[in-house]
């Protein structure tokens, strides 16, 4: 069986308690693995109900089923009367209209086609108790798909993780989906590739690959070979938990965070915690662990929101270079060097390329630097290059060096760069964290309403590319929910500064960007001049307020993206709710 996974979902299935309309709290790591998990669910009840709509409501129904039931999280279908098609934890609900239920309806008319968290009371089905329920709804053909996770539930991790921590997360998620694909298409290779601890696919430090039949049988450990063979029954971590029980009780198809004691091969510990990403396929487990550190408050970064925006950025041009350079290198390098090129350069982010003696193939930023090596070039504090590059990996490591930031005149700065070993090459792309002054600290809700915001603007550049009048006539109906909600709404402008469609002042259409200012009389013209990206930006200004009469002076945070010759926005107004 094969799963796709996305975001976007909620869970209610209720009898709905006490509606909870307040923001909801800031989740750790592994929170958030749990809502992810939520929203790939929803994402699959529409894949699966777009094509088997009888056979998904049937599976759902079924509270045994993987595919639409993890744990407590489940999917459920309420169509837009409130009558409840699909109850993966009650189906005897099936047929009763949530909205005879007080507050029910107030709570799905948050619903939205992008997505949406609500909060509520509910019972949860593994504790049989009134719980809080964090829900993502999603509205599609008529009907609000659903699943969401209980508060409660979220596992207690007595763990600070650092940035590094979190880093490694990413790369054991990674690593797992790699070795799932690698065995359902090759699995002798993938077995063999598994236990060659050089193999930089499925060995990266500290983490390697496990892969045990949901018999209990281990088929794969990328680092204790003679375990192979031996059944999960009859093995215990190092504290003496019986981890047969443990990796029974964590078996989902989404992935799921969990932890034990087990020795660390990379610091030769005999005795660490271990927190491990596991996920199932068919009849395996794969699993992956990374071993947490203990925060170091003097060195440990504090990275801004935009940093962390910046950072998303960087990930993403790193894997185009890569992605360009594996079909035509020397196209790759040129596009690199034209610093007028979007595609590799966004104000501070550029892109170098070095082969594995440290020369460097392609410096976006000084393109005279080519042919010269890193082992013989320092940072502003004495650091060899060349020593830091030559820690790349495979699936990427972000290291810290001095350098200059061409968006700051040239000035020697702090910067922080993604290495990732592609073909005997090292690909990187840095930023340099904290040289712009960050956006206010963003709550929660603030948070998920970006993410609405991004996903219009997602919607709007598909729609508009397959059809560009029948998406500025959506954009300008104030009804339409795929390009409207509460405060949000879409523009599109064309690079030459002229107002396409503008889903709150739809008398600015034909007029020129560069008349236009905020309400503290920024030229919006220089604004979206000095902010295209094809990557996307957040950028900020003083805008009005739909759902406020009279307003003009409110703070705006917008996502500018360019696509082919228009920009696109959706922004937020901090501070405002709801």
Not at 21 to 38: C, I, N, Q, R, W
Not at 514 to 522: F, H, I, L, P, T
Request: aromatic content about 12%; proline content about 4%; glycine content about 8%.
């Amino acid at each position: 069986m094969s799963i796709k996974l996305t975001i976007i979902c909620i869970s209610i299935l209720l009898v709905v308690v006490t509606p909870a309309f307040a923001t909801h709290p800031e989740l750790d790591e592994f929170g958030k693995s749990k809502k992810m998990v939520a929203q790939e669910m929803v994402e699959q009840t529409i894949l699966s109900f777009e094509d088997r709509p009888a056979d998904t409501i049937s599976m759902i129904n079924n509270m045994d089923n993987l595919l639409f039931r993890d744990g407590s999280i489940y999917a459920f279908i309420v169509d837009l009367n409130g009558t409840i098609v699909a109850h993966g934890s009650t189906p005897d609900m099936v047929g009763t209209n949530l909205y005879d239920i007080e507050n029910l309806e107030g709570l799905f008319a948050q619903a939205s086609p992008h997505g949406w968290w609500i909060q509520y009371d509910w019972k949860n089905p593994t504790s049989s108790t009134y719980e809080v329920n964090l829900a993502w709804i999603k509205t599609k053909w008529g009907y609000n798909f659903g699943a969401g996770i209980y508060l409660n539930d979220i596992p207690k991790h007595d763990i600070e993780l650092t940035e590094d921590d979190r880093e490694r997360q990413r790369v054991a998620q990674h690593m797992v989906d790699e070795a799932i694909e690698a065995y359902a298409t090759q699995p002798s290779l993938a077995l063999s590739m598994i236990h060659d601890t050089n193999n930089p696919l499925f060995h990266d430090q500290e983490l390697y690959v496990t892969i045990i039949h949901t018999n209990g049988t281990i088929i794969a450990d990328g680092n204790y070979h003679t375990l192979i063979g031996a059944d999960m029954e009859f093995i215990r971590d190092t504290t003496g938990v019986h981890l047969g029980d443990l990796f029974d009780a964590n078996i989902s198809l989404y992935g799921r965070w969990f932890e034990y004691n087990w020795p660390n091969p990379f610091s030769s510990e005999s005795s660490a915690l271990k927190v491990a990403w596991i996920k199932t396929l068919g009849e395996y487990m794969y699993t992956v662990g990374m071993y947490p550190e203990a925060p170091d408050e003097e060195y440990e970064d504090v990275l801004t929101q935009f940093d962390q925006d910046r950072m998303e950025t960087a990930q993403m041009m790193l894997q185009n270079a890569i992605t360009m350079f594996g079909t035509d290198m020397s196209l790759t390098i040129d596009v690199i060097h034209d610093k007028n090129n979007s595609l590799f350069h966004d104000e501070e982010l550029y892109v170098v390329i070095a082969d594995h003696t440290g020369d460097i193939v392609a410096d976006g930023y000084t393109p005279d630097m080519v042919g010269q090596n890193l082992y013989n070039i320092t940072d502003g504090y004495g650091l060899n290059l060349g020593e830091l590059f030559e820690t790349s990996t495979y699936y990427g490591k972000w290291i810290e060096y001095n350098w200059p930031n061409p968006d700051a005149g040239g000035a020697v700065q702090e910067k922080k760069t993604l290495l990732i070993n592609r073909g005997g090459y090292t690909f990187s792309v840095g930023i340099y964290p904290g040289y712009k002054e960050p956006y206010d600290e963003l709550t929660q809700h603030e948070v998920d309403r970006r993410h609405l915001a991004q996903s219009m603007v997602e919607h709007t550049i598909s729609s508009f590319t397959m059809n560009p009048t029948l998406t500025i006539n959506t954009i300008h109906d104030g009804t339409n929910e795929l390009y409207n909600d509460n405060e949000l709404y879409v523009t599109i402008t064309h690079v030459n500064g002229t107002v396409i469609a503008h889903g709150q002042s739809p008398d600015l259409v034909g007029d020129d960007m560069e008349s236009v200012k905020d309400g503290r009389g920024v030229s919006l013209g220089d604004l979206y001049d000095d902010n295209q990206s094809i990557y996307g930006k957040w950028v900020e200004y003083h805008w009005p307020n739909p759902t406020i009469p009279g307003s003009n002076d409110e703070s705006y945070l917008a996502w500018f993206k360019t696509n082919s010759d228009y920009i696109f926005t959706s922004g937020i107004y901090p501070e405002y709710d709801d």
